[in-house]
């Protein structure tokens, strides 16, 4: 079993100023990968997307409130890009290399997951089979990220670390955590 709790940071230029703690945490337990996310703070300043009916995949979940999980293996060029709605909705895509070759990851065709919120808590939580993408006895490194959307209507950038100039949840330099 493999677990870590790390905070996330706001992109220098976004997030500052809001009244707002971003927590991810990650449990690897053999083939099983749980993830929890817990926003904590002014929920009232940012736009949480309602409760979906019945949860789907979607694209273009990074335009509002969304949470992410990057996974890869060291050293090799594919990754998978997990989009996680606090509505339920959901996509996963896996590309080919940095940006490149992007598609909907196929063998995953549904995703489950719940979210709940209070006056000041947002909780995210799902588990996953890394079977499906056949990473399930593979060391990997992972980056957490967050997109939170004001009521302002500006985007936030959350992640573990920021290290380029602008945010880009994509570079694997951002991907410190190995599992």
């Given at each position: 079993?493999?677990?870590?709790?790390?905070?996330?940071?706001?992109?220098?230029?976004?997030?500052?100023?809001?009244?707002?703690?971003?927590?991810?945490?990650?449990?690897r337990?053999?083939?099983?990968?749980g993830?929890?996310?817990?926003?904590?703070?002014?929920?009232?300043?940012?736009?949480?997307?309602?409760?979906?009916?019945?949860?789907?995949?979607?694209?273009?979940?990074?335009?509002?409130?969304?949470?992410?999980?990057?996974?890869?293996?060291?050293?090799?060029?594919?990754?998978?890009?997990?989009?996680?709605?606090p509505?339920?909705?959901?996509?996963?895509?896996r590309?080919?290399?940095?940006?490149?070759?992007?598609?909907?990851?196929?063998?995953i065709?549904?995703?489950?997951?719940?979210?709940?919120?209070?006056?000041?808590?947002?909780?995210f939580?799902?588990?996953?089979?890394?079977?499906?993408?056949?990473?399930?006895?593979?060391?990997?490194?992972v980056?957490?990220?967050?997109?939170?959307?004001?009521?302002?209507?500006?985007?936030?950038?959350?992640?573990?670390?920021h290290?380029?100039?602008?945010?880009?949840?994509?570079?694997?330099?951002g991907?410190?955590l190995?599992?």
């Amino acid at each position: 079993m493999n677990s870590v709790i790390r905070p996330l940071v706001p992109f220098p230029s976004s997030g500052q100023g809001m009244d707002l703690c971003i927590t991810a945490t990650l449990l690897r337990q053999d083939t099983r990968l749980g993830l929890a996310y817990r926003m904590e703070g002014d929920l009232s300043s940012i736009i949480i997307p309602e409760l979906a009916k019945r949860p789907r995949r979607l694209d273009n979940l990074w335009r509002e409130t969304c949470l992410e999980l990057y996974l890869a293996e060291p050293e090799e060029a594919p990754y998978w890009e997990f989009n996680l709605s606090p509505s339920g909705h959901w996509n996963v895509y896996r590309f080919s290399s940095y940006r490149d070759d992007r598609r909907e990851e196929a063998s995953i065709q549904e995703f489950q997951c719940s979210s709940s919120q209070s006056d000041r808590v947002l909780t995210f939580e799902t588990e996953m089979d890394l079977g499906w993408i056949h990473l399930a006895t593979r060391a990997l490194t992972v980056g957490l990220s967050a997109v939170v959307r004001s009521v302002c209507g500006t985007n936030s950038y959350w992640a573990l670390t920021h290290p380029g100039r602008e945010p880009d949840f994509h570079r694997r330099d951002g991907f410190i955590l190995r599992i």
